[in-house]
């Protein structure tokens, strides 16, 4: 009977040695997920960051082009219209030499 009892207890014993292990097993897996958790957090603000980093940069580049753009525009804006004007100047005098040569004929 006693032989019982001792198998009893070590089964008990065992049982309770698994269930402090099953335990322990929760705690460093909460402890790794909270580990595991913050430095997928931290990533995610390294990335948010670096997203309003760029976003900050590509919004300074892109006021730079347009101010860029727009001097240039305004530059070329006279220009164009000059050119404009000699271009129908050289089509008027094109269609008075075209009329001058049909009209020898």
């Known amino acids: ?3 019982k009892k001792s198998h009893t207890q070590d089964i008990e014993k065992v049982l309770k040695e698994i269930g402090d292990k099953i335990e322990e097993l ?7 997920g909270m ?3 913050e430095d997928i957090e931290r990533k995610i603000q ?3 960051d670096n997203k309003t980093t760029l976003e900050a940069e590509f919004k300074k580049g892109k006021e ?3 101010r860029e753009f727009k001097e240039r525009t305004d530059d070329l804006k006279p220009k164009l ?3 404009k004007g000699f271009f ?3 089509l008027k005098q094109m269609g ?3 009329k001058a040569l049909l009209g020898k004929k």
Not at 26 to 32: E, L, P, W, Y
Request: aromatic share 0%.
């Open 1 to 3: 009977m006693e032989e």
């Open 26 to 32: 929760v705690q460093k897996g909460a402890d790794a």
């Open 35 to 37: 580990d595991a958790k």
């Open 46 to 48: 390294e990335l948010k």
């Open 64 to 66: 730079i082009l347009e």
């Open 81 to 83: 219209e000059e050119s």
């Open 88 to 90: 129908k100047e050289g």
């Open 96 to 98: 008075l030499a075209l």
